[in-house]
């Protein structure tokens, strides 16, 4: 059974910077994909960042430069770095975990990310 917990979230002044850490158990965490996701009110969920399970990443063209995901297998943890943060990064992040051969995606609850202009 996969459990993903993210932190870290908080509130932050425009250009401020956060890094949200997820927490996953299971035995499958190194040889899945990880990502983070957001979801502002109002809007559907988007992608933010994708890690695979060789460190290869992928980022949504508005964090691109800002942003920076990063995974540590042994502790089984993602981060996920946001520098020079702007209001409209403001949103609900969520970890995902995209295991191998099934292709299912599992979800933490969310941590909340609030950017004051």
């Known amino acids: 059974q996969v459990q993903l917990v993210e932190s870290g979230g908080n509130l932050v002044q425009t250009g401020g910077s956060l890094r949200l850490s997820c927490a996953a158990s299971?035995?499958?965490?190194?040889?899945?994909?990880m990502g983070w996701y957001r979801q502002a009110p109002g809007k559907q969920r988007e992608l933010v960042a994708t890690i695979t399970s060789g460190g290869s990443t992928n980022y949504a063209d508005p964090v691109k430069g800002r942003f920076t995901i990063s995974r540590d297998n042994a502790k089984k943890m993602v981060y996920l770095q946001m520098n020079s943060l702007k209001p409209e990064d403001t949103a609900v992040y969520y970890c995902?975990?995209?295991?191998?051969?099934?292709?299912?995606?599992?979800w933490g609850r969310g941590t909340q990310v609030t950017v004051s202009s």
């Open positions: 299971g035995t499958i965490f190194s040889s899945s994909a």
């Open positions: 995902n975990l995209h295991t191998p051969f099934t292709s299912y995606d599992y």
